[in-house]
């Protein structure tokens, strides 16, 4: 049905790092023309060899410039943006604890003050993506979401309030909902 059309993009930082303003003004004027209203960049930090967030507090680990590329040609076309909180493959482990999950929130929040730093200004700025898919598991994990969700939606209700947060539910096999 052509009410059911997808109308947002997803693309993924390691895809578009090296994009430079003609790739990004020719990947958006296609999606515009396809129907596209937004696009989600998933992740926009990066991890240390423990596998959690760089902080800011490690140097500027937000890839500024290209996030920069991104809004300057979603401006031009008035073509929206959602940028993501973090860079994770963690979301498939089953064994992290209480803390560690804590800590990601809080990593969430600092990404989410670098992202609306980068965008403040930017008309085409629609809000932000948490990139980790939302299950649950027979660990007990699901307990342990609640801390890193209260983390950073207490970050976005201080820093953002006006800009949504768009979640994204995954469904497998492997785990239970």
């Not at 939302?134 to 609640?146: H, I, P, S």
Request: aromatic residues 18%; contains cysteine; hydrophobic residues 35%.
């Amino acid at each position: 049905s052509e009410n059911l059309r997808e109308t947002i993009d997803f693309i993924q930082y390691w895809y578009c790092k090296n994009f430079d303003e003609t790739d990004w003004d020719l990947h958006i004027s296609n999606l515009r023309k396809s129907g596209y209203r937004s696009i989600i960049l998933q992740d926009t930090t990066k991890f240390d060899s423990n596998g959690f967030i760089k902080t800011q507090s490690d140097g500027n680990c937000f890839p500024t410039e290209t996030v920069k590329k991104l809004l300057d040609s979603a401006e031009k076309f008035n073509f929206g943006v959602y940028l993501g909180l973090a860079a994770s493959d963690l979301w498939w482990k089953s064994d992290l604890s209480k803390e560690e999950c804590e800590k990601w929130g809080e990593y969430q929040a600092e990404t989410a003050v670098m992202a609306y730093s980068a965008a403040s200004g930017y008309e085409c700025f629609e809000g932000f993506y948490m990139p980790f898919e939302v299950y649950t598991n027979t660990f007990g994990y699901e307990k342990y979401w609640a801390k890193t969700f209260n983390v950073l939606i207490e970050k976005l209700n201080s820093l953002a309030p006006q800009y949504p947060l768009i979640c994204s539910p995954y469904k497998s096999s492997l785990y239970r909902m």
